[in-house]
């Protein structure tokens, strides 16, 4: 079992910065590979951005490349998701979640947290 926690959301202008964080506990969190999606009103789940339990493999989703860093202290059990030069399509609840193996399909991942809001505002 594994409890995920995220933090960070919050209220931002366009081209402001956020850094969402997902604190996993539970004995084996360290050997999952965790990764952010991102829902917004209206749209579906978007897969956003995923580190694998090594840190050596990430991937991000064509939209927040180049603005969105992930990165994971192994030490805190903690995964880091640096959003920067935001844009109001970035509204979204954020939510981080394990899986197995290093995937952005939602079907691969077992454990989800209750999700952070970020909302990018003009």
């Known amino acids: 079992q594994v409890q995920l926690v995220e933090s960070g959301g919050g209220l931002v202008q366009p081209g402001g910065s956020l850094r969402l964080s997902c604190a996993a506990s539970?004995?084996?969190?360290?050997?999952?590979?965790i990764g952010w999606f991102r829902q917004a009103p209206g749209k579906e789940r978007e897969g956003v951005s995923y580190?694998?339990?090594?840190?050596?493999?990430?991937y991000y989703a064509y939209s927040v490349k180049g603005r969105f860093t992930i990165s994971r202290d192994s030490a805190k059990n903690t995964v880091y998701l640096r959003m920067n030069s935001l844009k109001t399509e970035d509204t979204a609840v954020y939510y981080c979640a394990t899986a197995r193996t290093a995937t952005m399909d939602p079907e691969g991942y077992d454990y989800w947290g209750q999700g952070t809001q970020v909302t990018v505002f003009s």
């Open positions: 580190i694998s339990s090594s840190g050596s493999a990430t």
């Open positions: 539970g004995s084996t969190a360290d050997s999952y590979t």
